[in-house]
């Protein structure tokens, strides 16, 4: 991305100006351009200004800088080139991210004629991609993290010189029109968490140059089109959640050049798990929640270069395979939620150093009528209610309890470095609702989370989920336009689909409390958070999203007795939820399985999650 170029000047002091116009272009008349650049360029430059609504840009001062770029361009600068033929200079590259820019994408763009690079990420520009832009010879365009909406113009498919495409962020809505497959340069094309629908035109076939694409968190419909086996030079494949129906196509097996593969959450009957033994170097693996029946594919246990494993959510069978050993990259793996049988593999003991699996919690000792936590963040007492400390500091397999609740955290932040993975949320403003103690922190996830509360007395009992989203932001900032959205189950049945919280609770660091009656037949309950992978993941940082809660409070509806509590010895495994925690200490790596077992007597299986 960074136009490394030794050609390209920038100028940034009167005394660099002077020596760039001295080494440059000799002793030529030094009035003649304003700043070197050309001044119909220094015109252009200004109307783009003013259109971004970028203020202190004016005529009399160097709008480019001068140094020959070695460097990635900062968030804020102009980069020219003085080695075209003409003796003037040009625009090549203009630089404006996280500018909180309020304007409009400016048609002006299109008299920079030189211009190859615009990079606007993270602003707060609407309206949609003029059409004058159609003549420009970018190369390099970057929009994600914007308000931009409309449908994505079929003009923008004349831009043949683009390699690099970026909207993601946004929200543009509609169907992706043919002539993008115009744009035969394209290298990289991102265009999740949008609201795009339909199905992908064909003509998306003659991108024969793609490495990367993303597609992930739309609205498309249709299949994963056959035609991704025209793309032969793909590295990169993100299509999560973006709404297609599988199965996969098998001809993906033809895509031998990906590093990284990641499908998840598609809709309908599902199929058998794809055959990519093909794809020799893959590094990165998600097929999660694509509805995928079939054994583990024993070959992907050849796989050295494999870092990240996710085939969760899914209805994998059988028993895993006996060894991992020809793992030698393997960092993480999930296989969450499956339909895996047999006994826990001998690979997973032996080569645990560490810790061993979470015992079964102790029988209960007495019958409960109510639980208050609060989640992320210290014990509090408000009233007559205490509220339990959950402030331990999570990880991408987690187990924690205590004597009254359990907890497990499953996922890491993708794309983000891992030191960064944080599974709690610290508030970012003052908050002045009533009860802040409860907010000032979260419980976050980047996956799942599940609350189990063992030893209830059966009966009704009313839950409260208290939720405030406290990261994102709503000023008129690029803070503003990340979405939260996720999924809660209480006792497996689905009480918020698609839930933003900042759409329910009227605006950010204010308080919607969820209302809902739980029957609990089994002396448990359960709460679990979930992320099907819509919403954004860029705003107002990378890596931001996945499943916040503030507080949970569970009450019977009906009066404990009076007499003093009835105690109560129950056997453990038949009440409370038997959960594993497997830690692996791999040489010198941390490798990181968590099986979680649901023992289902009936059944005599294991379902794995987590
Ligand atoms: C596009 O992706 C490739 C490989 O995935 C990457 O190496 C390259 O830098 C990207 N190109 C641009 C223009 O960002
Ligand atoms: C010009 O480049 C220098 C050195 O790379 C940098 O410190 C400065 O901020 C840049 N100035 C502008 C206006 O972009
Ligand atoms: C952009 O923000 C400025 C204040 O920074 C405001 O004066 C202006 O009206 C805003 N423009 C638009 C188009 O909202
Ligand atoms: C997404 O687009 C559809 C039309 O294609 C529209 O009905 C829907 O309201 C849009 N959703 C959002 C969240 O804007
Ligand atoms: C997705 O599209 C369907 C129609 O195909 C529409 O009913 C639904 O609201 C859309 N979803 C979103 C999030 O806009
Ligand atoms: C795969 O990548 C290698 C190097 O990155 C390249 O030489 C080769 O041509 C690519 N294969 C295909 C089918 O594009
Ligand atoms: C998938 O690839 C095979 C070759 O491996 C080819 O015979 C078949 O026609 C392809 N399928 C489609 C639908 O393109
Ligand atoms: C799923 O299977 C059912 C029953 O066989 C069928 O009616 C339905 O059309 C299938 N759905 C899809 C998306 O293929
Ligand atoms: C998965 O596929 C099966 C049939 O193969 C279907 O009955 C089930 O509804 C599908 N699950 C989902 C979540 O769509
Ligand atoms: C793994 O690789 C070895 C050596 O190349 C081979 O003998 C074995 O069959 C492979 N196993 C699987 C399951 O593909
Ligand atoms: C899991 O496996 C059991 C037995 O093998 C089977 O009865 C059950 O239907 C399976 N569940 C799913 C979701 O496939
Ligand atoms: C849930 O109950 C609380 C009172 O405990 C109330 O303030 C809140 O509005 C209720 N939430 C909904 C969505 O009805």
């Known amino acids: 991305m960074a136009p490394a170029l030794s050609d390209i000047l920038r100028i940034t002091s009167p005394l660099l100006m002077f020596m760039f116009l001295t080494f440059c272009m000799g002793a030529t008349n030094l009035e003649a351009q304003a700043g070197g650049l050309a001044n119909d360029e220094v015109e252009a430059l200004l109307e783009v200004a003013t259109q971004l609504g970028k203020k202190g840009w004016n005529s009399n001062m160097n709008l480019c800088n001068q140094t020959v770029l070695t460097r990635k361009p900062d968030d804020d600068e102009v980069v020219c080139s003085c080695s075209i033929p003409g003796g003037v200079c040009h625009v090549v590259g203009i630089y404006l991210k996280r500018q909180d820019l309020n304007g409009s994408l400016p048609k002006a763009i299109q008299k920079l004629q030189y211009l190859k690079e615009l990079d606007l990420w993270a602003n707060y520009l609407s309206g949609n991609i003029p059409p004058e832009w159609a003549d420009t010879k970018l190369e390099y365009l970057s929009l994600g993290v914007n308000r931009l909406s409309g449908t994505i113009p079929s003009y923008l498919g004349r831009i043949t010189t683009l390699r690099f495409l970026n909207i993601e962020n946004n929200m543009f809505s509609g169907t992706v029109p043919p002539e993008l497959g115009d744009l035969v340069n394209l290298e990289n094309l991102t265009l999740s968490a949008n609201n795009l629908s339909g199905e992908l035109p064909l003509t998306l076939a003659n991108l024969i140059r793609l490495k990367e694409l993303r597609l992930s968190s739309n609205n498309f419909t249709g299949r994963i089109p056959e035609f991704i086996q025209s793309w032969k030079q793909l590295n990169e494949l993100e299509i999560e959640a973006g709404g297609f129906t599988g199965p996969i196509p098998s001809n993906i097996s033809l895509l031998t050049n990906l590093t990284e593969l990641r499908i998840s959450n598609l809709l309908g009957n599902g199929s058998l798990i794809p055959n990519i033994d093909s794809i020799a170097g893959i590094e990165y693996m998600m097929l999660s929640n694509c509805n995928l029946s079939g054994k583990f594919p024993e070959y992907l246990t050849n796989k050295s270069q494999l870092k990240i494993l996710d085939l969760s959510f899914n209805r994998l069978s059988g028993p895993l395979p006996p060894s991992f050993d020809g793992l030698q990259s393997l960092e993480k793996m999930y296989l969450t939620w499956n339909n895996f049988t047999g006994p826990i593999p001998q690979w997973i003991n032996t080569r645990d150093r560490s810790k061993k699996p979470v015992e079964c919690p102790e029988a209960c000792s007495k019958e409960r009528y109510s639980m208050h936590i609060n989640c992320g963040g210290p014990a509090a007492t408000i009233g007559k209610t205490t509220y339990e400390a959950d402030d331990d500091p999570g990880g991408a397999a987690k187990y924690a309890s205590t004597i009254d609740w359990q907890k497990s955290t499953t996922g890491h932040f993708w794309d983000v470095n891992s030191s960064l993975d944080n599974y709690i949320a610290q508030n970012m403003s003052i908050l002045r609702m009533n009860n802040s103690v409860l907010y000032t922190n979260a419980r976050l996830t980047p996956l799942s989370l599940t609350y189990y509360v063992p030893c209830l007395a059966n009966g009704n009992y009313n839950v ?61 309950l359960e709460i679990r958070l979930h992320w099907a992978r819509k919403g954004t993941t860029m705003s107002p940082k990378k890596g931001t999203y996945g499943p916040l809660i503030s507080a949970i409070d569970v009450e019977s509806d009906f009066a404990p007795p009076n007499n003093g509590r009835r105690k109560r010895f129950i056997i453990a495994g038949a009440v409370v939820l038997p959960l594993f925690l497997i830690f692996i200490l791999l040489s010198s790596l941390w490798w990181k399985g968590y099986l979680g077992g649901r023992k289902s007597r009936d059944r005599g299986t294991i379902d794995t999650f987590i």
């Not at 690029?478 to 605006?507: C, E, H, M, P």
């Not at 660091?509 to 609990?520: E, F, G, M, Q, R």
């Open 464 to 524: 409260k989920l208290h939720f405030a989203e406290i990261v994102m932001r709503d000023n008129r900032s690029y803070y503003s336009l990340g979405r939260r959205v996720f999924d809660v189950y209480i006792q497996n049945i689905v009480v918020l689909k698609d839930f933003d919280i900042v759409t329910k609770a009227g605006g950010v660091d204010k308080v919607y409390i969820h209302n809902w009656t739980a029957l609990v037949t089994n002396g448990a």
